[in-house]
């Protein structure tokens, strides 16, 4: 069989919770991970042994906004909702809703023939960052606006799709 070398701008993000944000994503960062390490005394040096807990890194995402900025209000309202700042009927509401207080993600790969190949599953993500909007009316080209969004999750796991 032979091996093609992964494609960095071969990929599709499906967020349950966010529809709209879906079609517009341009970047997406699969979150690196780590663990402890436990040293051991011994007499002559400490040894390690592989710890208990792993961490996951945050979720990276930049999207590309559109004119109405309805991905970004879908991101800043569950934010709102989340945090409740100014009512607790925000925060009841987003609880009763069909999507609940968290949202699981599906982030697809795809092979050189744009099928998709490797499907990373997230487990209960939110939003934690929503980044600033840059306007500038100094640039000769038109530059679409773009904004980063961090999510925390609770983990993924990686399988391949065929």
């Not at 209960?124 to 961090?150: H, K, M, R, W, Y």
């Amino acid at each position: 069989m032979q091996q093609n070398f992964l494609s960095p701008n071969g990929f599709r993000l499906t967020i349950k919770r966010l529809p709209n944000v879906s079609f517009f994503v341009q970047a997406a960062i699969i979150p690196g991970l780590s663990m402890g390490v436990t040293d051991s005394p011994s007499p002559f040096k400490n040894m390690k042994f592989a710890g208990d807990k792993i961490h996951y890194d945050t979720f990276g995402v930049t999207i590309r906004l559109d004119e109405y900025m309805n991905s970004y209000n879908e991101i800043y309202n569950w934010m709102v909702g989340l945090t409740h700042p100014e009512s607790f009927n925000q925060f009841k509401d987003l609880k009763n809703d069909t999507y609940g207080l968290y949202s699981d993600a599906s982030f697809i790969i795809l092979d050189s023939h744009q099928n998709p190949a490797i499907e990373v599953q997230f487990k209960d993500i939110f939003p934690i960052s929503l980044g600033s909007i840059n306007f500038d009316t100094t640039q000769a080209d038109v530059n679409f606006v773009t904004c980063e969004i961090t999510f925390a999750h609770n983990g993924y796991h990686i399988t391949q799709v065929h």
